[in-house]
Structure formats: structure tokens, C-alpha cells
């Protein structure tokens, strides 16, 4: 089982990673925080962003995504959302350790 100090090392390296991406990318979204899901053989770290600029979204996803698998095997969602007039692309991951 992973050590408290390794997670929040883990999620804050997560975080720190996925904000300076998409401020990188001139993207207006951060992430604050990774949650974290103890079960008794492991645990499950899940994260969300938003990518506004949908030019901007493949250059995102593909440095992010190739962060995210070096904790494993990532799985990792994307959706297209139009809501109140505003288009974005909503990316959820999660990974066991």
C-alpha cells in the first residue's frame, strides 16, 4: 500500500503537470485537485480538466495523456460539451496503484 506522503506526492504532481500544460497552451481552466480512492489492495487516483480551444486539444491531451501512463495503465475519457453557449472538451482519468 502506498504511504500517505506518496499520494500527496502523486497528486501533487499531478496537478502541478496538468496546470502548467494548460497554461502552456494559453488554456483559462486548473485543475485544484486529484481525489483519491482507498480500497483494501489499492488505490485509485481521479482527476478531471477542461480543454476550452478545441485547436488546442490533441497538443493537451497527448503531453498530458503521456505524463499520465508513466503511473501505468491510465483510462482516460474525453466529451465534447456545449453548455450555455460555451464549447469545451471535459477529459476525466484514473489510475490504480
Do not use: C, P, Q
Not at 14 to 34: A, Q, W
Not at 35 to 62: C, D, I, P, Q
Not at 64 to 87: A, E
Amino acid at each position: 500500500m502506498i504511504s500517505d506522503e506518496e499520494k500527496a506526492k502523486i497528486k501533487e504532481e499531478i496537478v502541478t503537470k496538468v496546470n502548467s500544460v494548460l497554461e502552456k497552451n494559453n488554456e483559462s481552466f486548473r485543475m485544484d485537485r486529484v481525489n483519491v480512492l482507498n480500497t483494501s489492495e489499492k488505490v485509485k487516483f481521479m482527476g478531471n480538466y477542461r480543454v476550452y480551444e478545441r485547436k488546442n486539444y490533441h497538443a493537451v491531451s497527448n503531453e498530458i495523456n503521456t505524463f499520465l501512463k508513466k503511473y501505468g495503465n491510465v483510462d482516460i475519457k474525453s466529451k465534447k460539451i456545449r453548455d450555455s453557449g460555451m464549447k469545451f472538451t471535459a477529459v476525466s482519468f484514473n489510475f490504480e496503484l
